[in-house]
């Protein structure tokens, strides 16, 4: 399975809008039926206008009426592989289960794997 995913989050990284940062990032999101989502970071002149790769597929998904995810692969074009950044992880928190598996990739593979709550042990929720 994370063969696949793999392929897939470098497949949505060329699909990356990065023109200020040139960082092209990819997700691969699994539903806990096992759907996979995509998603890729798309940048904006306003900066904060920036939505990272994996909040684009967690909000693809939620759209498409997925709430639940077991999994999710986060690749990155450069040498040390990136962990979701704290808003993402923010947004992780309200639809994965500490249980849920995250993997880190770089164009050399895929270099670490953990779980939600390995990952973000005090998530906020109300
Ligand atoms: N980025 C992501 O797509 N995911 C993260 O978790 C960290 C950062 C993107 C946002 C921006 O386009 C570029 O990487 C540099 O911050």
Partial sequence: MSDS???IAVDYASRAHAPYSKYL???A???NDGKVFGGCNVENSSYGGT???ERVAILKAVSEGY???SEILVYTN???PWPPCSICQQTMAEFFSES???HLANNKGIQKTMTY???NPYPFKL
């Fill in 5 to 7: 995913l793999y392929k």
């Fill in 25 to 27: 990032v990819g997700a």
């Fill in 29 to 31: 999101l699994v539903t």
């Fill in 51 to 53: 939505v990272c790769a």
């Fill in 67 to 69: 709430k639940n995810f």
């Fill in 78 to 80: 450069s040498d040390s």
């Fill in 100 to 102: 849920s598996k995250v």
């Fill in 117 to 119: 709550k390995e990952l």
